[in-house]
């Protein structure tokens, strides 16, 4: 839900930007999981687990992702999830640089993704990708879209409608 908490301190003209970044945003957009842990762990009140995942969302299993560079087992099973969760929502929702896709589709490119994603977490995430409604054109994910009994209705579809409203603030 908190993941992304640190866009709060990225500027609306980059996150909303309707086309490709500059080399200079994306260095301002790759601070956000930085941002989001120094916002968590100043609160005081978030276990290092919460802060792990804050900080790490965007790290691959190939060492590909960012901000630390981590791979394979330096990255924890909880941060594996919320990374596939949160590459999932961002590709079924609408944003100013691109339209949705599919839930198949978003599933597919996870996929794609090859030795970036864990493979046993994509497995058991294939029944919640499919099963997903879709959303309103141009509307974010909602509660309701997934089964009530899946993981993403508590983590994956809030978290970009909560950070919306936190970075409009």
Known sequence: LLHDIGKVRIPLSILDKPGALSAEERVQINKHPGYGAEILRRDGQFNDEVVDIT?????????SGYPDGLSG??????????????????LIDNRAYRDAVTPGEAYQILLDMGAKLDRDILGAFETIAL??????PGMPPR???????????????????????????
């Open 131 to 136: 099963t997903t409604r879709d959303p309103q």
């Open 55 to 63: 900080l790490h969302h965007h790290e691959l299993l190939d060492g």
């Open 143 to 169: 509660l309701g879209q997934w089964p009530l009994n899946s993981p993403i209705a508590s983590v994956g579809c809030v978290s970009d409608s909560v950070t919306h409203h936190f970075r409009r603030l």
């Open 73 to 90: 087992d330096q990255i924890t099973d909880p941060v594996r999830i919320i990374t596939v969760v949160d590459i999932y929502s961002a």
